[in-house]
Nanobody, 128 residues
Framework: QVQLVESGGGLVQAGGSLSLSCAASGRTFSTTTMAWFRQAPGKEREFVAA????????YYADSVKGRFTISRDNAKNTVSLQMNSLKPEDTAVYYC?????????????????????WGQGTQVTVSS
């Protein structure tokens, strides 16, 4: 079992920045691929970013590429999402997700079914 707790959400104006953090416990963190997803009202949950077990590889949705950065600290069992140049369309509940599976292809990272553990989410609201 893995427990995930997100923090850092809030209200920000368009063009601003926010940093989200996810604290993990219950499993050796360095064996877990981590990701962020988000869900806006009335929309399906969508992939945002993922990072490999060692942190050496990261993968982003096209909609956030160049604006968001995912990182992890295996010594502190945390994964972070730095969000810059925020837009109103980034408004959503952001979820941290963890997977103990092996990812053989980058195309696997955006698939929600690859992740076995989910946090409860943190709200991010970007005003125009």
């Amino acid at each position: 079992q893995v427990q995930l707790v997100e923090s850092g959400g809030g209200l920000v104006q368009a063009g601003g920045s926010l940093s989200l953090s996810c604290a993990a416990s219950g499993r050796t963190f360095s064996t877990t691929t981590m990701a962020w997803f988000r869900q806006a009202p009335g929309k399906e949950r969508e992939f945002v970013a993922a990072i490999s077990r060692s942190g050496g590889y990261s993968y982003y949705a096209d909609s956030v590429k160049g604006r968001f950065t995912i990182s992890r600290d295996n010594a502190k069992n945390t994964v972070s999402l730095q969000m810059n140049s925020l837009k109103p369309e980034d408004t959503a509940v952001y979820y941290c997700a963890a997977s103990g599976r092996t990812f053989y292809s980058p195309s696997s990272y955006p698939r929600a079914q690859q992740y076995d553990y989910w946090g409860q989410g943190t709200q991010v609201t970007v005003s125009s």
